[in-house]
């Protein structure tokens, strides 16, 4: 049972476009939700993390929404380059030792963007 | 700084047999986790050390096993394979004192005949 659900599975954007990648999970314990970035051939690549107590959180061109109350959170990339053309994963896990889920982070399906010139 | 370093990069296993595959995370980081990742199940959680203690682990079968060294050096096992645990396994490293930034290797590609 997956326990953070993305989508979508896959989308195109053209070069400065903004791409969108949302995710929904149900484990009320989760507060820590981070974003990784993976091209082929290497492992995932943190990009950007979000904490529940801020709604948003932005760094460079890539922006983080967060909504606790539907327990959605939100990737989105602005002006979007080819070079962003990769899987996207977000995932969710408690922040604090001592819980059941601590130190394994719940990842979401994943989203493959392809970003064209 | 070096990065996390898994070892092998690519191994081909038949049915039954068994592999250990290996991880050195970065330096100063106590916390070794390990995922699989397949296109069929995505990245599942297999298990997490710290300082050589099993702290946490996912629903795999017992075949699949871990261990930490003094070093913070990390081996996973998996006997009598199967030809569903073709996967890429990773290994992640963090400092471990939270759930923070995992630094994820490259990955040990294992394919089963």
């Known amino acids: 049972q997956q326990q953070v659900k993305q989508s979508p599975q896959s989308l195109i954007v053209q070069k400065g476009g903004i791409s969108i990648i949302n995710c929904a999970y149900e484990?009320?314990?989760?507060?820590?939700f981070p974003w990784y970035q993976q091209f082929p051939g290497k492992g995932p690549a943190l990009l950007i993390a979000?904490?529940?107590?801020?709604s948003e959180k932005k760094e460079g061109r890539f922006t983080i929404s967060f909504n606790k109350s539907a327990k959605q959170f939100s990737l989105h990339i602005m002006d979007s380059q080819p070079g962003d053309s990769a899987t996207y994963f977000c995932a969710a896990s408690p922040l604090e030792l001592l819980t059941d889920s601590w130190g394994k982070l719940q990842f979401g399906a994943g989203t493959q963007v392809v970003v064209t010139p | 700084k070096a990065g996390v370093t898994q070892t092998p990069r690519y191994l081909i296993k038949t049915r039954g047999q068994q592999v250990t595959l290996s991880c050195s995370p970065i330096s100063g980081h106590r916390s070794v986790s390990w995922y699989q990742q397949t296109p069929g199940q995505g990245l599942q959680f297999l298990f997490e050390y710290f300082s050589e203690t099993q702290r946490n682990k996912g629903n795999f079968p017992g075949r699949f096993s871990g261990r930490q060294f003094s070093n913070s050096r990390s081996e996973m096992n998996v006997s009598t394979l199967e030809l569903g645990d073709s996967a890429l396994y990773l290994c992640?490293?963090?400092?471990?004192?939270?759930?923070?930034?995992?630094?994820f290797g490259e990955g040990s590609r294992l394919t089963v005949l």
């Open positions: 484990n009320t314990a989760f507060d820590y």
């Open positions: 992640a490293s963090s400092l471990g004192e939270s759930t923070g930034e995992l630094f």
């Open positions: 979000i904490r529940p107590d801020v």
